[in-house]
């Protein structure tokens, strides 16, 4: 026999004794068994990934992947199945079809494979309305998903693009945000078509804006999903974004005639006023040397262009959701900031943050250079 063509795990058991040599010959015909599955499995993805497979994709499924179904790669085998699933006429065979596909990986070594076919049977029930039922298939693969160290990043994917449909439609504004962004950090832009990457910016800067727990969406700003509303008819929703990063009540004046153009935004349109002046605030805070940020009610209006009158509540407002820490002298109309909460900063910002950092360390050196300069008997002795 040819030893090059004998796998390396053979290589050393030449001169083995006869007994030996049958286990690890057994060993080798298992390897060349396994391998011959997996290029099989590789064949069929490529295979199926083909449009002009659509016509033969349920009856292959059926009288030949589910002959030797359980000897392959099981999370291939769902990627096959959910191609599969996508050729049945109505969501009703499909969930059929694909509640089977789970129950066959269901098993303690293909988890994963559990978790990547229950969500999409969870969001054929989201499109058939049975919530419930959905959220319970969600629940279980999370709490699946919890118990694994590392798991590929498809399976992820599949679980936050799945629950982040469940968030919209029950206008769960805050959790949609998040989960597409987690659902973003485990996929290729490049992999989503361009009308999938202008629907996912735009309901992502909805659900931003229109959140009452998000204040800070820096993270969305930088990411590169936005660049896909530029040119389009929504290109002004990423520049209200910017506007409220900035807490540019101006642009917001001039940006808001679009927000009729879409029902939360409309209906949201008073918080949201509230929700940029709170920008306003926070970033004028944050604009500010720590040392510098006991300011009068009279200097937070002309800076931040809010009406004089709203700036105490506004303060008060800032402080009750932990956005600021600090107190307010009512008598004196002061406001005495001690906190700010982080923000994600772009190149702008940095470049403000490396200034201050400067001007901190010359105002160390000066003070070293003062006491080094009235104490030096001190010193001395």
Not at 55 to 67: E, G
Not at 79 to 91: E, K, M, R, Y
Not at 186 to 210: M, N
Not at 277 to 282: E, N, Q, R, V, W
Request: hydrophobic letters at 40%.
């Amino acid at each position: 026999m040819d030893h090059e063509k004998i796998p390396d795990f053979l290589q050393d058991q030449r001169d083995s004794s006869p007994d030996d040599l049958q286990h690890y010959f057994l060993s080798f015909e298992d390897y060349w068994e396994r391998k011959l599955w997996h290029e099989l499995t590789d064949i069929l993805i490529a295979y199926y990934a083909e449009a002009q497979s659509a016509a033969q994709r349920i009856p292959l499924f059926n009288n030949f992947v589910k002959s030797f179904a359980d000897k392959i790669n099981q999370l291939k085998l769902v990627q096959i199945g959910l191609s599969t699933a996508s050729q049945f006429p109505n969501d009703q065979e499909r969930l059929k079809f694909l509640s089977t596909l789970a129950t066959r990986v269901d098993k303690p070594a293909s988890q994963d494979a559990c978790v990547f076919a229950l969500t999409s049977v969870a969001s054929v029930r989201l499109r058939l309305h049975q919530t419930a039922e959905a959220r319970k298939d969600l629940d279980r693969c999370e709490t699946i998903l919890d118990s694994f160290d590392s798991v590929e990043n498809v399976v992820h994917a599949s679980f936050y693009r799945v629950s982040a449909t469940y968030y919209q439609q029950h206008n769960e504004f805050a959790k949609y945000y998040r989960t597409s962004l987690l659902y973003l950090a485990c996929v290729e832009l490049d992999s989503l078509t361009a009308d999938e990457r202008h629907r996912l910016a735009y309901d992502i800067s909805i659900a931003a804006l229109v959140s009452d727990t998000i204040y800070n969406f820096g993270e969305l700003l930088l990411h590169p999903i936005l660049d896909s509303l530029v040119k389009t008819q929504h290109a002004w929703l990423r520049d209200l974004l910017f506007a409220f990063n900035r807490g540019d009540l101006h642009a917001f004046s001039m940006l808001s005639s679009h927000l009729q153009g879409n029902k939360l935004l409309q209906e949201h349109q008073q918080f949201l006023y509230q929700k940029i002046s709170l920008a306003a605030l926070t970033q004028l805070v944050f604009s500010r040397a720590p040392q510098d940020r006991s300011m009068t009610f009279a200097t937070i209006s002309e800076e931040t262009k809010v009406q004089h009158n709203e700036i105490e509540h506004l303060i008060m407002k800032a402080l009750s959701l932990g956005l600021l820490r600090g107190s307010i002298d009512q008598v004196d109309e002061i406001a005495k900031i001690t906190w700010v909460q982080p923000k994600v900063l772009d190149k702008e910002g940095i470049e403000a943050m490396r200034t201050r950092l400067r001007e901190w360390s010359g105002g160390v050196e000066k003070l070293g250079n003062w006491i080094e300069g009235v104490g030096e008997d001190v010193w001395a002795a």
